[in-house]
């Protein structure tokens, strides 16, 4: 699944963090009158609390409202204190404790069951209530689509929303049984955990009936219902379903959803050696969803914004696919099978199905090279991430509820990848899969720490993991390895591998093995001349082995990429590097020279200009596919560093544009034959297009003037041309839009004219939409608001946005208090201004300085901001050219 820290808490030590994490708080703690579950709160309740099983009756209509009737049955170790369970903003009918009814003490978070009410032993407590469906995507949310008015709903509980659809403790640890059943309109289908045992016809309705689960924490049981399309196979050793509204089902491949979830069960069955526990395999592609997707036992969720197509997918599209699939399904072992205890453990949830997930998709699918993709980027989001002020370590306190997904991020999910991917290089790949398997027999439907995990492995490999542990999971930051050495005669006469950490405030020096690689130039281009495996540890650390070995032109110290460290390359193999990239024959050591090049410009160390010139010499001529969208990716982000930087680059801005739109072109056109590559270099073009040249050549794409041999133009491309045309206020272009909403009437053609409208560079549609996206009583649902925000200040706007962010900077704390953090994890990451100018960057210096009562995601939002605004300002500075 997709997410802070403040200065103090990036300085956190081991201690700390252990100390962070209580045992059971006393029996006596008052519950707090706010919306979340602190730690000690949930402590104290599962140190009373245990064999928890729910029986739970939905009565659906497909209105704005829903019904239910939850028992809740559990052993209570004493009677003494009162004990809450957590129901959020839904109106209580009836309450009933062991068989008496009473009258509901209740917050509209939580209800309180009086002590007298209960007594030591099994309980029973029965409420039913009513409640909204929620529209942002948490709790049981409902949709009503708007090509053919069918309403669809979907559960989401991740990380605390269970609450939100029925009464529940509404924490990982008191994992429970479910028995479900569901009054639902007569065309709908219903998913859940396991399949129904039984559906009974009464009148426009239907009765769906599901046996009890095995024990699952709540977050990660789900109920789904609809008039949905359903597709079925067979062909594997589990069944698998794939759903999907009526009004997208032709824009789904279910033959490849089935082929690469079967490869996946097969695969994970083989290696944790444990088999699936949850007999069936739903996927349900869902409507406004939050994140990619969602581990639910056995009814996994998907957004439709990333895997719904109006044309052909492309290889990199079905990478993805498989790369989510599999991480998702990686989360039925872990995660869904062993829980973490409390949301401090998320993290190795994230990290474990990162890992798992490329390790699957590279071999188990036609994606041999998903370790390649995985370095290029979740790997380097990760670097940026471990670089930045608002660094943690992978293993973090998290008080509450409140701030479970405050350190959810590319530290979470990709360092911890990286972390455990290094880990494997370290103990050997048998030693780790026993050691997994291991840890997963033993606390198969429990919760975990992560001291269990860690032991797990440990003793598999014989060998005490606690320093490493200490050094890896508990210390923020990335180090730096570069290689130090010498020749004489043509020959290496010393070598020594140095480690260095980012600062004083974060010195920790980590073992890790890596490869060395040495490279030569000659007439076949840069050639491996030898590569040792070295365990290193401290500053330095001598390698003897590369004694007497010719003297290379290249070294890179990471080698196949099995380390997490930033490689700062010696002179002269950084010199080797700009040259000679064409010369390289290995795509993922090219893929690190390319990323070697980039991380200098980010530094300010390699003009930008200069990085543009290797771009327009070498990406042309890329044959790697995966390679060619890094090396894409990074000329979007350097035309994205040019259009922040306004007027003061104008000239040569206007000049690159030309060469970089006719770059992309051209590689258009001459990929006519390969689908793949074609896609991807036009999407590159349409990206970067802003003269009036190229902006014509797309209106006349649109219009069907220029035909672009093998180019299919489709649905999602026209929008996207749209756009752009908007975007940049090209003649006719808001005409262009009216005929584009004539034409494709879909939910999804809805969204993207709303985009394509707020983009446009007009101070009035900016400013009402601000209002929009800044009213708390907006009657817009959140995807509406969240696509606005996307698109209302693009990087060239600067001026635009200028106009607003005095304001929007004053009123960030009021909108971080009205808001609830669904709504913040998309404004502050998009709404707080940034112009690159040191104007700007001592604005957001003073409001860093003004605002410390921010929440804590919203703060390291704006610390966030505030240091790539820096950043930006540096790269200006240190071009070559104006």
């Excluded at 669809?152 to 009464?167: C, K, L, R």
């Excluded at 020594?496 to 000659?522: C, D, W, Y």
């Excluded at 003037?705 to 090209?730: E, F, H, T």
């Excluded at 009205?818 to 201004?833: D, L």
Aim: charged share 20%; glycine share 6%.
């Amino acid at each position: 699944m997709k997410k802070t820290l403040t200065a103090v808490a990036v300085a956190l030590a081991y201690g700390a963090a252990q100390a962070a994490a209580p045992a059971a708080a006393p029996a006596t703690t008052q519950r707090a009158e706010n919306a979340f579950l602190s730690q000690a709160d949930a402590a104290a309740r599962s140190a009373r609390v245990a064999n928890v099983d729910y029986t739970l009756d939905f009565t659906l209509t497909g209105k704005e409202t829903f019904s239910g009737t939850t028992t809740l049955s559990f052993d209570l170790s004493d009677a003494g204190q009162p004990l809450t369970i957590d129901l959020d903003k839904a109106t209580i009918l009836s309450l009933t404790v062991n068989g008496k009814e009473v009258t509901p003490q209740y917050n509209q978070w939580f209800i309180t069951i009086g002590a007298a009410a209960l007594k030591a032993g099994r309980n029973s407590v029965t409420i039913s209530y009513t409640r909204l469906h929620s529209t942002n995507g948490e709790g049981l949310h409902r949709m009503v689509d708007p090509v053919d008015n069918r309403v669809y709903t979907y559960s989401h509980f991740e990380p605390a929303a269970a609450h939100q659809m029925f009464p529940v403790f509404d924490q990982p640890d008191l994992k429970g049984t479910y028995e479900i059943t569901v009054t639902a309109p007569a065309d709908w289908v219903v998913s859940s955990t396991k399949r129904e045992t039984g559906i009974q016809d009464i009148g426009n309705t239907k009765r769906w009936t599901f046996p009890r689960t095995k024990k699952l924490s709540s977050y990660n049981f789900a109920m789904h219902a609809g008039p949905y399309k359903v597709w079925e196979d067979h062909g594997g050793p589990y069944p698998m379903r794939l759903f999907a509204r009526q009004s997208v089902a032709s824009q789904v491949s279910p033959q490849d959803w089935f082929n690469y979830t079967r490869r996946g069960l097969k695969f994970f069955d083989q290696y944790f050696g444990v088999p699936y526990q949850f007999e069936k395999y739903d996927q349900l592609l869902v409507p406004d969803f939050l994140y990619g997707a969602m581990e639910n036992a056995a009814a996994i969720t998907f957004a439709e914004r990333g895997f719904l197509y109006k044309d052909e997918m492309t290889a990199a599209q079905k990478q993805s696919l498989a790369g989510v699939i599999m991480h998702e399904m990686a989360h039925q072992w872990f995660g869904d099978l062993v829980t973490m205890k409390w949301w401090n453990g998320l993290w190795l949830n994230e990290s474990f199905a990162s890992f798992m997930g490329t390790l699957a998709t590279a071999e188990s699918t036609e994606f041999s090279n998903a370790w390649q993709g995985f370095y290029s980027g979740a790997k380097q989001g990760a670097y940026v991430q471990d670089q930045r002020v608002t660094t943690h370590s992978i293993e973090t306190p998290v008080p509450s509820t409140a701030n479970a997904f405050d350190n959810i991020d590319a530290i979470t999910y990709s360092k911890g990848a990286s972390t455990l991917k290094q880990l494997r290089h370290l103990l050997g790949e048998e030693v780790f899969r026993q050691g997994v398997h291991n840890y997963l027999v033993k606390y198969s439907y429990q919760n975990a720490k992560l001291d269990d995990f860690i032991g797990s492995l440990g003793e598999a490999a014989h060998r005490d993991l606690s320093g490493w542990t200490k050094q890896w999971l508990y210390e923020p930051g990335v180090n730096t390895i570069a290689a130090e050495f010498s020749c004489a005669g043509g020959k290496i006469s010393s070598f020594n591998l140095r480690q260095s950490a980012p600062s004083k405030a974060m010195p920790t020096l980590r073992e890790q093995r890596v490869q060395i690689g040495l490279f030569n130039l000659g007439a076949d281009g840069l050639k491996l001349g030898k590569n040792v495996a070295v365990t290193y540890k401290g500053a330095n650390t001598a390698v003897p082995e590369l004694a007497g070995a010719a003297c290379p032109d290249l070294v890179y110290p990471n080698y196949q990429d099995w380390g997490y460290a930033q490689v700062q390359l010696d002179k002269k193999s950084f010199a080797t590097a700009q040259a000679s990239l064409g010369k390289v024959d290995d795509p993922l050591l090219r893929s690190m020279l390319w990323q070697s090049l980039w991380d200098g410009v980010r530094a300010a160390k390699l003009p930008l200009n200069e990085f543009l010139k290797t771009v327009l010499a070498n990406a042309p001529g890329e044959k790697d596919y995966t390679l060619l969208g890094d090396v894409t990716s990074k000329i979007r982000s350097a035309k994205a560093y040019l259009d922040e930087m306004g007027p003061s680059v104008a000239g040569y801005k206007g000049q690159m544009a030309t060469q970089l739109e006719q770059m992309a072109f051209a590689a258009t056109q001459a990929a006519s034959g390969d689908n793949n590559f074609q896609r991807r270099w036009f999407s590159t073009y349409l990206d970067i297009a802003s003269t009036p040249a190229a902006l014509a050549q797309l209106a006349d794409i649109l219009g069907g003037k220029l035909v672009v041999p093998g180019l299919n133009v489709s649905q999602d491309v026209r929008w996207d041309i749209v756009n752009r045309l908007n975007r940049y206020a090209y003649p006719g272009a808001a005409a262009l839009l009216a005929a584009e909403q004539e034409r494709d009437k879909s939910d999804s053609g809805q969204a993207a004219a709303l985009g394509a409208a707020v983009v446009q560079p007009d101070a009035k549609v900016k400013a009402e939409w601000l209002a929009h996206i800044t009213d708390p009583q907006t009657k817009l649902p959140f995807s509406k608001i969240r696509r606005a925000m996307e698109n209302l200040y693009p990087a060239e706007q600067g001026a635009l946005s200028e106009l607003s962010a005095n304001q929007r900077l004053a009123q960030l704390g009021q909108v971080d208090k009205a808001a609830g953090p669904v709504f913040m994890r998309s404004y502050a990451n998009m709404m707080i201004p940034a112009s690159c100018t040191p104007a700007s960057v001592q604005r957001l210096q003073a409001a860093v300085g003004k605002l410390k009562d921010l929440s804590a995601g919203t703060r390291r939002a704006l610390l966030v901001t505030h240091q790539e605004d820096e950043r930006c300002v540096s790269i200006k500075k240190a071009m070559t050219v104006n």
